[in-house]
């Protein structure tokens, strides 16, 4: 069950615009990779805990090495991943410096088959926002009893992932 809650955003290209209630995902929690390979091991795997533990390791380790050398990477229902840079622009070709210009290099994924729309098994829960959540929060440990959600903090809008 996905969580989400919904929160007001405005468009970005038309600013005047009035803002929108919008579905953000709510991580319900995080899971690291020796609890990953934990599940892994949970659904009828011969191997361990820290067998699968090691392989995904060794996949992360093995994949940075390839992604590094300009390989891209195609792992079937996982999906495709490859570098990616980001850079400044330059005047022109001739100027074009790579210890100046190029910024960050980071990774494309794209989701294989299985990946590419999760709606169709997706189920959803609403819960608060983490705006609400910090709110009710707030007013708990300072011993209120009631929270007023009308009053605008400062227009802070939720961002994914974001706590």
Known sequence: MINYSIVMRMNPQKKDDPKKAYACAQSSRTMNINQFAEHIATHGCVYSRADIAAILTMAVDCMR????????????????????????????????????HIVAVTVNWTPGERFSNLLADATFNAVPSRKVARL????????????????????????PGEL
């Open 136 to 159: 009710v929060l707030k007013a708990i440990k300072s011993g209120d009893a009631s929270v007023d959600l009308t009053t605008p903090d400062g227009g802070e809008e939720e961002r």
């Open 65 to 100: 090495e390839n992604l590094l050398n300009g390989v891209l990477i195609k792992l079937g229902d996982l999906g495709d991943f490859s570098a990616a840079i980001r850079s400044t622009g330059a005047e022109s070709a001739a100027e074009f410096k790579t210890d100046t």
